[in-house]
């Protein structure tokens, strides 16, 4: 009896992240502001968007600057970057919501929107990056590191995805955003 609950439970455990990647549509899965307020990417006053797990203790964070850069030049064209916290890599965004607010605001002018702290891999994933990333995924594969990019419209199709050291105003990122700009 015991090794049938155990089974019973082991199979319930494996089918959480599969259910999870079942989810097709990026732009549809639940999401909270790093205030708490619940909204999704399609809801986002954006048509494209360039989903970035950030972190402020990181070797990578000065690229907070050109992702605002990024913001500031297309978001009159219907373009955002929308930023997810994450300590999944070393601890390296261990801050509160209002530490992170405060950080990103008074070193970086951070104006994008930014998301509740998540995981962007392991056992507690987040749908939105178990779909990005699954083995169904445009681009699969888990994200190497903090400032892993992906370039998503408002209606949830993945276009591009972009590694952690590639910085957000490198050519192949600026075309990539301009060409699905004029897509629109």
């Given at each position: 009896?015991?090794?049938?609950?155990?089974?019973?439970?082991?199979?319930?455990?494996?089918?959480?992240?599969?259910?999870?990647?079942?989810?097709?549509?990026?732009?549809?899965?639940?999401?909270?502001?790093?205030?708490?307020?619940?909204?999704?990417?399609?809801e986002?006053?954006?048509?494209?968007?360039?989903?970035v797990?950030?972190a402020?203790?990181?070797?990578?964070?000065?690229?907070?600057?050109?992702?605002?850069?990024?913001?500031?030049?297309?978001?009159?064209?219907?373009?955002?970057?929308?930023?997810?916290?994450?300590?999944?890599?070393?601890?390296?965004?261990?801050?509160?919501?209002?530490?992170?607010?405060?950080?990103?605001?008074?070193?970086?002018?951070?104006?994008?929107?930014?998301?509740?702290?998540?995981?962007?891999?392991?056992?507690?994933?987040?749908?939105?990056?178990?779909?990005?990333?699954?083995?169904?995924?445009?681009?699969?594969?888990?994200?190497?590191?903090?400032?892993?990019?992906?370039l998503?419209?408002?209606d949830?199709?993945?276009?591009?995805?972009?590694?952690?050291?590639?910085?957000?105003?490198?050519?192949?990122?600026?075309?990539?955003?301009?060409?699905?700009?004029?897509?629109?």
């Amino acid at each position: 009896m015991k090794s049938v609950l155990f089974l019973a439970f082991a199979a319930a455990l494996l089918a959480v992240p599969q259910a999870r990647s079942e989810m097709k549509n990026p732009a549809e899965i639940p999401l909270k502001t790093l205030a708490g307020k619940a909204t999704t990417l399609g809801e986002q006053q954006a048509r494209v968007m360039l989903v970035v797990n950030v972190a402020s203790k990181c070797g990578l964070t000065p690229q907070y600057e050109a992702l605002e850069k990024l913001q500031l030049k297309y978001k009159g064209r219907g373009f955002s970057v929308v930023g997810f916290p994450c300590n999944d890599f070393r601890e390296q965004e261990p801050g509160t919501p209002a530490q992170i607010q405060d950080f990103c605001k008074s070193t970086y002018g951070v104006t994008f929107p930014l998301m509740e702290k998540i995981h962007v891999k392991g056992a507690e994933q987040h749908p939105l990056y178990a779909v990005l990333t699954g083995k169904n995924a445009v681009f699969p594969g888990d994200v190497a590191w903090n400032f892993g990019k992906f370039l998503v419209t408002s209606d949830g199709k993945v276009l591009k995805r972009f590694e952690p050291k590639t910085v957000p105003d490198a050519p192949e990122v600026v075309a990539a955003i301009e060409a699905a700009l004029a897509a629109k």
